[in-house]
């Protein structure tokens, strides 16, 4: 044979990982992104097509989910090292493991000077947004937000909804919600503190999201505005999209585990987007969703 393996590895990379422990008065939320890598005697999958010691990454993946639902995972130095031992002492053909862990940073909501027992937000991707349309007759001002990360660990859920036969959702009452919220808004009065108006809009929107229980997105999203607008007087349209940003629960049955809602793996696409324009009705209370 003309050539020869001088190195190789292979592993699982993005195994994501969002994890909830439910205390009697208060949620701890974490995410976090594991990559593991192996070091060790596989040559012979690549030059003789022999599996026998191969590892499959799919049990990598799997390994992440029960070890999590096993151990501690607050301090991700900790957990990177309980994984690191795990596929050492298990797997004798491992000679070295790598094991990197990015966890994505949430931090409470905070309502009246208090931490939320269970809503967070994800710091770093918020904007706020302006846009400006001027002729030397005319100008018209919009001013928002985009990017606001959202998420609340209990206070939702889904159900009722219509069904046929590919319709394979489960109703549940109780379910992670997250979305990041892009609102905008038109400005009638130029002059106006509108950076201030955007916080008081805001304040509102984080207000509606973590204190009312979400029946849908769709629901929260038409309460969120319905909060606005009676809020500040200075606006009479609102439009909001969200994204249902979709954690799914970690079938563990089939590792000998349970999963009393806690291990759930965090899934960008597909999302659900749900979006809405509403407007301030003649007697001065939000009116219905336009399109």
């Not at 319905?226 to 349209?237: G, L, R, S």
Request: proline share 4%.
């Amino acid at each position: 044979m003309p050539a020869h393996i001088l190195h190789q590895s292979y592993g699982k990379t993005r195994v994501r990982l969002s994890r909830v422990q439910r205390q009697a008065d208060r949620h701890e939320f974490q995410e976090m992104t594991v990559s593991i890598l192996l070091h060790g005697d596989f040559d012979e999958a690549y030059t003789q097509a022999d599996n026998c010691q191969v590892i499959p990454t799919d049990t990598m993946k799997n390994t992440v989910y029960a070890l999590a639902r096993q151990h501690d995972t607050t301090a991700i130095e900790s957990f990177a090292q309980v994984l690191s031992d795990h596929f050492l002492e298990k797997f004798s053909q491992v000679q070295a493991v790598e094991i990197e862990i990015g966890e994505k940073l949430w931090r409470r909501m905070r309502f009246d000077n208090s931490e939320h027992a269970h809503s967070f937000l994800a710091p770093g991707g918020e904007q706020h947004t302006c846009d400006v349309v001027a002729t030397r007759d005319t100008v018209t001002l919009t001013s928002g937000l985009t990017g606001l990360q959202v998420l609340k660990t209990t206070g939702s859920g889904f159900s009722g909804f219509a069904r046929d036969p590919l319709t394979t959702l489960a109703a549940t009452d109780d379910r992670i919600f997250a979305t990041t919220i892009d609102a905008s808004w038109p400005c009638v009065e130029l002059d106006r503190d509108w950076t201030a108006v955007r916080q008081l809009i805001r304040s509102a929107l984080l207000d509606a999201f973590a204190n009312q229980f979400s029946a849908s997105v769709q629901h929260t999203l038409f309460e969120m505005a319905n909060a606005a607008i009676a809020v500040c007087q200075a606006i009479d349209v609102i439009d909001i999209r969200m994204p249902n940003q979709h954690h799914l629960l970690v079938d563990l049955d089939r590792l000998g585990l349970d999963n009393p809602h806690e291990i759930f793996v965090p899934v960008d696409e597909p999302h659900g987007m749900i979006q809405a324009t509403v407007h301030r009705s003649e007697d001065g209370s939000p009116g219905e969703p336009g399109l």
